[in-house]
């Protein structure tokens, strides 16, 4: 599960941060920003869709490998869990901003 999990999350974030992502946001020429999101709109929703099923996925990503390790070594297995959600937590409000 964890690996059809972490597949899934790979081509949504292909999908959302390297397609889509590029589309609106060029460094080089801040000032077509706005423009490029109101041509774009569909896209842009789409890209944020794409996020947010990106930081749900994270998460499950993160219940399943706690579950997989848990019989292993209990302790570690909950340290990496509480990692990988405050990496998530991280992108989230990232994302937010």
């Known amino acids: 599960m964890t690996g059809y999990l972490l597949i899934l999350m790979a081509v949504v974030a292909g999908f959302s941060i390297g397609y889509a992502f590029p589309k609106f946001f060029d460094v080089n020429q801040l000032e077509n920003t706005h423009s490029n999101l109101s041509g774009n709109l569909q896209l842009y929703l789409s890209m944020l869709i794409g996020i ?28 990496s869990f509480i990692l990988r959600i405050f990496y998530t937590a991280i992108f989230g409000v990232a994302t937010y901003f």
């Open 52 to 79: 947010v099923l990106i930081i749900i996925l994270d998460i499950l990503v993160s219940w399943t490998i706690y579950q997989f390790f848990k019989a292993d070594n209990k302790k570690i297995a909950i340290i």
